[in-house]
């Protein structure tokens, strides 16, 4: 191991570290801890975690927290762990967080208030330093507790109407706009949309933002064409695309509020006889993952998942050293539509 030497059948010490590295333990101590590398030269901290990484020297994280009152984990909260938007989340999380020093424990709550009540309970007992928060709905109670017990938070993917909390979302308003544009330039006028559940903020923003785009480019919006969805879910999808279609108004395209709704779309449409794109338009909202290989390939707005996590990771860990901000912050990251084979001109 690096031509160091240690008895097989000694644990590697702080002190053992020290003497190789020919500093004091305390230096040592500094320059493996994230937080207080940086009082120790960056040439002498790099000399000391080579050496510590050659001795097989692995710090007591539960020494540490008696030592900061911190035990190095964060809770991350995921409202479906099944959801394809989440793992790359959940992996810019860990990827900020790992280097650092901390530990993401996941926990899924089905979308259920008793669960992720429960869940959060869980999490407060090992006693995690803050919370990243995908389950945020408009109006939380949960979320407000927290606030008030000033425990360190940032919600991702989501906001809520009240409550001063940092966030990291994306630019939904220029996602829709961009996706009604792209219809109405393929000559599409009679347009539906799938809006998601009216208690997420995603849901009302993107529904919001379809109705002002659309008539900002001078397209009329019909009532008539636009249908709840219970859940971000495909069978939800399939649902309200299936009333529309045995409904009296016709239309060419739909704008579905997120990509499970949208493959819910497919099986929609395959049942009732429809093609996409050419007799329906489809359009999704995130670009998950393998998207691309449905037949048709899915248009979609694509969303940074993955530096939303890592920006919230970060966020959450400056709130961590830091100290909660005054008031909380947005981050909106930018978005771009990827057009694919599921969008087509208005046949003649």
Known sequence: MGGYSVPMSAV???RDVAVHAGVHVATVSRALNPETRHQVNAETAARIISIARDLGYRPNALARGLRTARSTTVGVLLPDITNPLFPPIVRGIEEVLLPEGYTALIA???????QEEAQFTRLRQHHVDG???ATARRDHPLLRRVRQEKIPLVLVNRTIERGGFTSVVADDTAGVTAAVRHLIDLGHRDIAFLAGPSNLSTALLRLNTFKRAAAELGVAVD???IERCE???EAAGDAA???LIAGERRFTAVLASNDLIALGCYDALERNGLSCPGDISVIGFNDMPFIDKLRPPLTSVHVPHHEMGRTAARL???QIRDGLPRRGETVQLPVELVVRGSTAAVRP
């Open 12 to 14: 590697p010490t702080l």
């Open 131 to 133: 919370f990243i928060v």
């Open 223 to 225: 009532g008539r064409l």
């Open 108 to 114: 899924n709550t089905d979308n259920a208030p008793d």
């Open 316 to 318: 959450l860990l400056k």
């Open 231 to 233: 859940a971000y879910s």
């Open 241 to 243: 695309l299936s009333r």
